[in-house]
């Protein structure tokens, strides 16, 4: 039987993957910082990035390993990069056949986030090391970035769009993003390593058609709203420079 470590295993796209292997007959191990994850894990390791994985690896005979675990907080750039290139060497030593890294749309060189720039190191790392990388968007599902776009388009009657929400997003279900994975794991990576690969559907959508589809679905009515960009983004760049008022 196939086994995969899957790591972050507490997350969204994790916990689906889990389910989507188990049920196609796969072995399905945990790392979580937590220790704790969804019921489709066979088992559960605590291992957080900056850790070693040493001991799982010498505990399991691990086919793949999925890596989806994200550090955050002031120290996330280097932890995640360190963290997550630990673990690609120490998985490669322990003769693991097959790693797959989830990396995003946004990962660049010159990205304004450290999660953009982390993510196109790593991604870097992993195509040079003949490995499998799958560069998500907006992963439609009950987590993840899709569902805090969910909660601000459902949270009032009035929805407020910066430049009314012309802004393009590239998604795919999470269902989609699990079976391609699963026949990855199965298939050994055939075809796929040295490469990244945009997993997202071909055409883009505004963030306003699906601000507007998310409220249709929930039988709501929500009246959208454009809000000129320049002016907002001034605003928070003078309340970044000047003092709170104090009384």
């Known amino acids: 039987m196939t086994t995969v470590l899957i790591t972050g295993a507490g997350g ?7 389910q989507t292997l188990t049920a196609a007959g796969i072995r399905v191990l945990g790392a979580s910082h937590s220790g704790a994850a969804g019921t489709s894990y066979a088992r559960v390791f605590q291992a957080s990035l900056g850790e070693t994985l040493l001991a799982v690896l010498a505990s399991e005979r691990v086919d793949a390993v999925v890596h989806t675990a ?3 907080g002031a120290d996330a750039y280097r932890v995640n990069v360190d963290g997550t290139s630990r673990w690609l060497d120490e998985a490669r030593a322990a003769g693991v056949r097959l790693q797959i890294f989830l990396s995003t749309l946004s ?7 450290d ?7 790593l991604q870097k790392r992993f195509v040079e090391a003949d490995e499998v990388v799958f560069r998500l968007g907006v992963v439609v599902g009950d987590g ?9 388009a ?4 009035v929805v407020p769009l910066l430049d009314g929400g012309q802004q393009l997003l590239y998604v795919a279900g999470v269902d989609t993003v699990c079976a391609v994975l699963r026949d990855a794991v199965l298939t050994g990576g055939a075809g796929l390593r040295g490469v990244a690969w945009n997993l997202v559907q071909p055409e883009p959508v505004t963030l306003r058609a699906m601000a507007a589809a998310i409220n249709r679905l929930a039988g709501r009515r929500a009246l959208l709203l454009p809000v000129p960009a320049r002016p907002v983004l001034a605003a928070l760049e003078i309340a970044e420079r000047v003092p709170l008022l104090r009384l």
Request: positive net charge; aromatic residues 10%; hydrophobic residues 50%.
């Open 154 to 157: 459902t949270r009032a009657p």
């Open 12 to 18: 969204f796209i994790a916990r689906h993957l889990a």
């Open 144 to 152: 993840g970035m899709y569902a805090r776009i969910r909660s601000s």
């Open 115 to 121: 999660y953009g720039r982390a993510k196109w190191v």
């Open 70 to 72: 994200l550090a955050e």
């Open 107 to 113: 990962a660049e060189p010159g990205a304004l986030a």
